[in-house]
């Protein structure tokens, strides 16, 4: 799968760019998220540079056949409209249970436009005691990369204030649908 997600990528002119991952557990972000094409060249990002990583999506996409393709390739499904669905808990059991995990969120939760990042991630990445990696897709330039370590504050309302504005020189595929906090 590696070097077909790496030819794949040489073909549409995609790269990975940057350092892999030295941490053995984290949060990775993924940003900015406009399109539905960011899944496909952050999937083949990992894939091509073998990086396991486990992708949150929401639950409506996992019918049938497509949920037996999500779920192979790792991909977690999240109720979103479900206040009580634990996913913190779930998320730091699965971090403990393992010796290796690396956990891809979006956290505009959308690819429609929001003022609002959510903050799940930073919480998730907390209680789980591990860093977030801000990673970050590049429609203009054609790469992905894992990005800059970050180790949450305890204070998401700044840690997410901070991380947003890393991310105003982002080159997203639809522009209009993304928001960095400006």
Known sequence: MKYLARFIMWLAGWKYKGELPTEKKAVIISVPHTSNWDFIWGELAFLSQGIPAFILMK????????????????????????????????????????????????????????????????????AAGVPVYLGRIDYKEKFCEVGPLFWPTGQPDADLEYIMGTYRDAHPKFPENFSCGN
């Open 59 to 126: 639950k409506e996409f996992f019918f049938f056949p497509l949920g037996m393709i999500l779920r192979a390739l790792r991909v977690i499904p999240v109720d979103r409209g479900n206040k009580d669905s634990q996913l913190v808990d779930q998320m730091v059991k699965e971090f403990k249970s393992r010796d290796s995990m690396y956990l891809c969120i979006t956290p505009e939760g959308s690819r429609k436009k929001r003022k609002k990042w959510k903050k799940g991630f930073l919480v998730i990445a907390k």
